[in-house]
């Protein structure tokens, strides 16, 4: 009893602690973001305390952060500019409908159908899109800087850089920042080495009265409570053709990396959130949000990495990373606003590092050609685009190799039996890759008068597998053959029977033969 109480204090401890130091994490991202919609910095940072504590408190996933992410901001941008910040929190809400019925209707367990490559492919493609927007936070603000340089798809190439001097004390704090970060931890484990590490260098520039950027430099986080609006715009279908269409979006990409970092965090800490209860969460979140003034968001898997890592494992420390956020707003924003960005960029780059599979070079050259060339093209398109555009590319690619390579299984054997039959045993699926191969393997003017086709060993898998099916039917009764098809599976005749009049297959027979469930497989 006694190890469990302590086991639980010390995991309240470990949430509480690592909760601030994701709350610290989470400021000038929310910032950054808000400047890339083109809205006020409170609205992102209500959105990321909303967000945060609604998913915290009813999401699928304890331990996963949420606020508002880069990958939503580059959507919104075009929303904002051509018909303002209301439209935008109009659109949030219906967001948060869309993603509320994906949950009520389980649509979370389609993110199993996402395979591994295109999993590792997002997760390097998200390391390498948090280092480039670190990167642009080493050029002066403005244009090209700080603040742009963090949307996901601008680069750092136009970047003005910093004064030689200014540039070495930032470099020069960022590896201390680092440094504390991976020595600590070999020391102590009593708090995060994130959290110490913001403190330390904080304290150490404010002592030694460095010149180097701070997150007040950024923009001023002060403010009060968030309140209840609801967003000013007509309520007609007009409205919902502009907003609709933003929506859709918006809900499709949160939902997809909020399920994706889910997934990843379930690897990390080895046990298993709950998909549908999530896409609810996120909706509940951003329905909420944007009645009271927030840009909506979704998971974000740098912050969700520096909480686990920092110990972070119960909804505590999402519950503690929201409110501790809302009194940085509050009462604290002075406080905050001296937090050198070197501290912040330090811990992000230690995030990129624990992020990244380095594992992935190892294994290119021993996985199948396809997985590698999915697995670097995600990386890509993730980097080049959004999250979303990247995971659809890696799925359609995965699937078109995958129906290619399974093309090649159908096999035809011809035989002829004792009763002078010619006997054709199918082996391997039939679907639509796998037609043209299955219809060349039969030969009805060369056959004898009676013909047997046995389906034992194949499956009939979609709509152009019937069409084969009935396409040869009638090559063999217009050649005045006989025709036997036996050994259908019940799942085949269950898509005859429903396709009806599409297909005119009367030739099926069937003997005493117990074949596979195919619903089952």
Request: with cysteine.
């Amino acid at each position: 009893m006694f190890e469990l109480r302590a086991s639980r204090v010390i995991s309240y401890k470990n949430d509480l602690l690592s909760g601030l130091t994701v709350a610290l994490a989470l400021v000038p991202e929310a910032v950054a973001f808000a400047f890339v919609a083109g809205v006020a910095p409170l609205v992102g940072l209500y959105a990321a305390f909303m967000v945060g504590l609604i998913t915290a408190c009813i999401g699928g996933r304890p331990g996963m952060i949420s606020g508002a992410a880069g990958a939503l901001a580059v959507v919104m941008v075009s929303l904002v500019a051509d018909h303002g910040v209301e439209y935008l929190f109009a659109a949030v809400v219906l967001m948060g409908i869309l993603q509320i019925t994906a949950g009520v209707l389980k649509l979370g367990k389609f993110i199993r159908m996402v395979p591994h490559p295109v999993m590792l492919g997002f997760v390097n493609g998200l390391a390498i899109v948090i280092f480039l927007a670190q990167l642009s936070q080493f050029g002066i603000a403005g244009e090209a800087g700080w603040l742009e340089g963090t949307a996901l798809q601008n680069s750092i190439i136009d970047v003005a850089w910093l004064p030689g001097e200014q540039l070495s004390k930032l470099v020069g704090l960022v590896f201390l920042t680092m440094a504390i970060i991976y020595v600590l931890p070999r020391f102590t484990k009593l708090i995060p080495s994130s959290l110490a590490a913001i403190v330390t260098v904080t304290l150490l520039v404010m002592f030694f009265d460095l010149d180097t950027r701070v997150v007040g430099d950024v923009a001023s986080i002060a403010g009060g409570l968030p309140s209840f609006h609801v967003p000013v715009v007509p309520f007609n279908l007009e409205t919902l053709v502009i907003i609709f269409p933003y929506a859709v979006i918006l809900a499709a990409i949160g939902l997809i990396e909020s399920l994706l970092t889910l997934r990843l965090i379930d690897e990390i800490t080895e046990t298993r959130g709950h998909g549908n209860r999530e896409c609810v969460g996120q909706g509940v979140a951003n329905t909420v949000t944007g009645l009271f003034g927030g840009m909506g968001g979704c998971a974000m898997i740098g912050q969700s990495m520096i909480n686990v890592n920092s110990g972070g494992r119960g909804r505590l420390s999402g519950i503690t990373a929201a409110v501790s956020l809302l009194l940085f707003i509050l009462v604290a924003s002075p406080l905050i606003e001296k937090i050198p960005l070197a501290a912040l960029i330090g811990v992000m780059f230690i995030v990129v590092i624990g992020t990244f599979e380095w594992s992935s070079f190892r294994i290119i050259g021993k996985v199948p050609r396809s997985d590698a060339l999915i697995l670097v093209l995600v990386s890509a398109v993730t980097v080049a685009t959004d999250l979303a555009v990247a995971v659809i590319v890696g799925v359609i690619v995965s699937a078109l190799v995958f129906a290619w390579e399974h093309a090649k299984y159908i096999r035809i054997e011809a035989r002829k039996d004792h009763k002078g039959s010619t006997v054709y045993a199918v082996t391997g699926p039939l679907f639509f890759g796998s037609v043209t191969s299955f219809l060349e393997g039969f030969d009805p003017q060369k056959d004898n008068d009676d013909v047997v086709i046995d389906f034992a060993r194949s499956r009939v898998a979609d709509h152009s597998g019937l069409e084969a099916i009935d396409s040869l039917a009638e090559r063999y009764l217009n050649a005045g053959k006989t025709l036997h098809l036996v050994h259908l599976s019940d799942e085949c005749r269950r898509l005859l029977k429903k396709a009806g009049n599409l297909v005119e297959v009367n030739v099926i027979e069937d003997p005493k033969y117990f074949v596979a469930e195919d619903s089952l497989g």
